[in-house]
C-alpha cells in the first residue's frame, strides 16, 4: 500500500487519461474517473485495465490479434508490472503463484449478461494448460475442455434481450496439478441453471439454443418434431436460418462425438429433449377451474409420444400428471388435480427431465476429462459467474 500511495503521488500530477495501467495507483479514483479511464483505455483498443489485484475487461465486440503465440510467450512468467495488463497475465500468476506459495488458487470471472465471461475463462484455461508444459496429454486435456465449451453452450445458453449467447448456469472448472506443476485432469462443476426458461421465457427472449437446433436433425422426422412455431415451449420467438441452426446442431454434435459421447447416449439425449417439447403440448380440460381435470382429447397424441420417447407406460404418466395417491390409514386414495394444477405438474416434469439431462451430460464430461486426478496435489479453480441483468422491472432469476 507505501508503494501504491508513492507512486501515485508522482502519477496524480503528470499522468494523461488512458495511460494508467493500475487505476489503483491514482490517488483520487471515484466513478467518474474509473470510466473515463475505462473508456479512454479501451477507444485505444486497450481492453484490459487493473484495479489493484481485479483485472476489469471491457468486451470489444470484434476480434482483436492480442491472443497468439507473442502473447503466450510475453505472459510467461512475468511480473505484474512487466506486461500490460492482460487475461493471460492472471492465468500466469495463479499458475505460479500455486507452484511458489504450494497452495491452491482461485480466479473469479464476474460480469453482466455480455461481458465475455465465458470467453475470458476460456483464455484463462488455454494459457495455464500452455504454461505447465504437459506435453501431449496435456494439450489433449486442453482440446478436450475447449470441446466441451460449445457443448455446454447448446443446453445451456439462450437468447436474452441483453445477450445473444447468454450463458444461463454457473460453471466452475477445476485443473488439477502434481506437485511439479503437470496437469493430470479437469473438473467442471455447473449450478443454478435456469430451469424455469425450459417453460417460460420473458418477451423477447428464446429458450435455451439445443430445443431449437434439435429441429434441425436428421432425427428430427423420428421424433415427430416439425416446426419449433407447433411446439408451446419454443413458438413465439423469431428463429435463426434454417441453414445456420443446421450448422449450430452439427457443431454440438461434433462435440459429442470429439468428447466421448456414445452413439447410444446421443440417441437418448435426443429422445429426452423431444420429451420435454412434446410434453410442453399436453393440455388438459376440466368441467369448470376446481373440478377435476383429465387430458384433453386432443393432446392425447402428444402423451402417447412423451410416454414412448420416456419408455413409460402411458397409463402411469397419465395417473402422475393429473394426480397424486396417498394412502391413509391403509388405504390408498387417488386425488385428481385441478386444470391449473395439471398445467404446473406437467412443466414441473418438463424441468426436471431438462435439470437431470443437463446435470448427467456434465457428469459424463467430468468422466472423459478426468484422469489420474487423486494423485493431485494443487488446483487452479475458475469460477465462470452467469451475468446479472438490471432490467426496469426485475424478476426472481434476476434477483438470483
Same mark, same amino acid.
Given at each position: 500500500?507505501?508503494? &501504491?500511495?508513492?507512486?501515485?503521488?508522482?502519477?496524480?500530477?503528470?499522468?494523461?487519461?488512458?495511460?494508467?495501467?493500475?487505476?489503483?495507483?491514482?490517488?483520487?479514483?471515484?466513478?467518474?474517473?474509473?470510466?473515463?479511464?475505462?473508456?479512454?483505455?479501451?477507444?485505444?483498443?486497450?481492453?484490459?485495465?487493473?484495479?489493484?489485484?481485479?483485472?476489469?475487461?471491457?468486451?470489444?465486440?470484434?476480434?482483436?490479434?492480442?491472443?497468439?503465440?507473442?502473447?503466450?510467450?510475453?505472459?510467461?512468467?512475468?511480473?505484474?508490472?512487466?506486461?500490460?495488463?492482460? #487475461?493471460?497475465?492472471? %492465468?500466469? %500468476?495463479?499458475?505460479?503463484?500455486?507452484?511458489?506459495?504450494?497452495?491452491?488458487?482461485?480466479?473469479?470471472?464476474?460480469?453482466?449478461?455480455?461481458?465475455?465471461?465465458?470467453?475470458?475463462?476460456?483464455?484463462? @484455461?488455454?494459457?495455464?494448460?500452455?504454461?505447465?508444459?504437459?506435453?501431449?496429454?496435456?494439450?489433449?486435456?486442453?482440446?478436450?475442455?475447449?470441446?466441451?465449451?460449445? =457443448?455446454?453452450?447448446?443446453?445451456?445458453?439462450?437468447?436474452?434481450?441483453?445477450?445473444?449467447?447468454?450463458?444461463?448456469?454457473?460453471?466452475?472448472?477445476?485443473?488439477? &496439478?502434481?506437485?511439479?506443476?503437470?496437469?493430470?485432469? %479437469?473438473?467442471?462443476?455447473?449450478?443454478? =441453471?435456469?430451469?424455469?426458461?425450459? @417453460?417460460?421465457?420473458?418477451?423477447?427472449?428464446?429458450?435455451?439454443?439445443?430445443?431449437?437446433?434439435?429441429?434441425?436433425?436428421?432425427?428430427?422426422?423420428? +421424433?415427430?418434431?416439425?416446426?419449433?412455431?407447433?411446439?408451446?415451449?419454443?413458438?413465439?420467438?423469431?428463429?435463426?436460418?434454417?441453414?445456420? =441452426?443446421?450448422?449450430?446442431?452439427?457443431?454440438?454434435?461434433?462435440?459429442?462425438?470429439?468428447?466421448? &459421447?456414445?452413439?447410444?447416449?446421443?440417441?437418448?439425449?435426443?429422445?429426452?429433449?423431444?420429451?420435454?417439447?412434446?410434453?410442453?403440448? #399436453?393440455?388438459?380440460?376440466?368441467?369448470?377451474?376446481?373440478?377435476?381435470?383429465?387430458?384433453?382429447?386432443?393432446?392425447?397424441?402428444?402423451?402417447?409420444?412423451?410416454?414412448?420417447?420416456?419408455?413409460?407406460?402411458?397409463? *402411469?404418466?397419465?395417473?402422475?400428471?393429473?394426480?397424486?395417491?396417498?394412502?391413509?390409514?391403509?388405504? =390408498?386414495?387417488?386425488?385428481?388435480?385441478?386444470?391449473?394444477?395439471?398445467?404446473?405438474?406437467?412443466? %414441473?416434469?418438463?424441468?426436471? +427431465?431438462?435439470?437431470? +439431462?443437463?446435470?448427467?451430460? @456434465?457428469?459424463?464430461?467430468? *468422466?472423459?476429462?478426468?484422469?489420474?486426478?487423486?494423485?493431485?496435489?494443487?488446483?487452479?479453480?475458475?469460477?465462470?459467474?452467469?451475468?446479472?441483468?438490471?432490467?426496469?422491472?426485475?424478476?426472481?432469476?434476476?434477483?438470483?
Amino acid at each position: 500500500w507505501k508503494f &501504491f500511495c508513492s507512486t501515485s503521488m508522482e502519477l496524480q500530477s503528470s499522468y494523461q487519461a488512458g495511460e494508467v495501467e493500475d487505476l489503483a495507483k491514482l490517488t483520487n479514483l471515484d466513478e467518474e474517473i474509473l470510466v473515463r479511464e475505462l473508456r479512454t483505455r479501451y477507444n485505444a483498443d486497450k481492453i484490459y485495465t487493473y484495479v489493484g489485484d481485479i483485472l476489469v475487461a471491457v468486451n470489444p465486440f470484434r476480434p482483436l490479434s492480442i491472443y497468439g503465440a507473442t502473447e503466450r510467450l510475453l505472459y510467461s512468467h512475468k511480473r505484474k508490472h512487466e506486461a500490460p495488463p492482460h #487475461i493471460m497475465a492472471v %492465468a500466469d %500468476a495463479a499458475y505460479h503463484d500455486m507452484l511458489s506459495s504450494r497452495a491452491s488458487q482461485c480466479c473469479i470471472v464476474s460480469g453482466e449478461s455480455g461481458a465475455g465471461k465465458t470467453e475470458s475463462a476460456k483464455f484463462v @484455461v488455454n494459457h495455464i494448460i500452455d504454461l505447465c508444459h504437459a506435453g501431449t496429454e496435456g494439450q489433449e486435456l486442453e482440446k478436450k475442455i475447449l470441446q466441451v465449451n460449445p =457443448l455446454l453452450e447448446a443446453f445451456g445458453n439462450a437468447k436474452t434481450v441483453m445477450n445473444d449467447n447468454s450463458s444461463r448456469f454457473g460453471k466452475y472448472s477445476e485443473l488439477v &496439478f502434481d506437485s511439479n506443476g503437470r496437469v493430470l485432469g %479437469a473438473k467442471i462443476t455447473e449450478y443454478l =441453471l435456469e430451469k424455469s426458461r425450459v @417453460v417460460c421465457q420473458q418477451q423477447g427472449e428464446q429458450n435455451f439454443h439445443i430445443l431449437y437446433y434439435i429441429f434441425a436433425s436428421e432425427e428430427a422426422q423420428a +421424433l415427430k418434431l416439425d416446426s419449433p412455431e407447433n411446439f408451446t415451449y419454443v413458438s413465439g420467438t423469431i428463429l435463426e436460418e434454417q441453414e445456420e =441452426l443446421v450448422d449450430e446442431y452439427q457443431e454440438m454434435r461434433t462435440a459429442l462425438n470429439s468428447v466421448g &459421447f456414445s452413439a447410444e447416449d446421443q440417441k437418448g439425449i435426443m429422445c429426452l429433449l423431444a420429451a420435454v417439447l412434446h410434453c410442453g403440448n #399436453i393440455c388438459f380440460e376440466a368441467i369448470s377451474e376446481q373440478d377435476p381435470c383429465h387430458v384433453a382429447p386432443s393432446c392425447r397424441a402428444s402423451l402417447h409420444t412423451v410416454a414412448s420417447l420416456l419408455d413409460v407406460e402411458l397409463s *402411469v404418466l397419465e395417473e402422475s400428471l393429473i394426480g397424486y395417491s396417498t394412502m391413509t390409514r391403509g388405504e =390408498l386414495i387417488h386425488r385428481t388435480y385441478t386444470e391449473s394444477k395439471a398445467l404446473d405438474c406437467r412443466d %414441473a416434469l418438463a424441468k426436471l +427431465l431438462y435439470g437431470r +439431462l443437463f446435470s448427467w451430460i @456434465v457428469s459424463s464430461i467430468n *468422466v472423459l476429462v478426468g484422469s489420474n486426478m487423486q494423485a493431485g496435489v494443487f488446483e487452479i479453480g475458475i469460477l465462470d459467474i452467469f451475468g446479472f441483468e438490471n432490467f426496469d422491472v426485475n424478476s426472481f432469476e434476476q434477483l438470483c
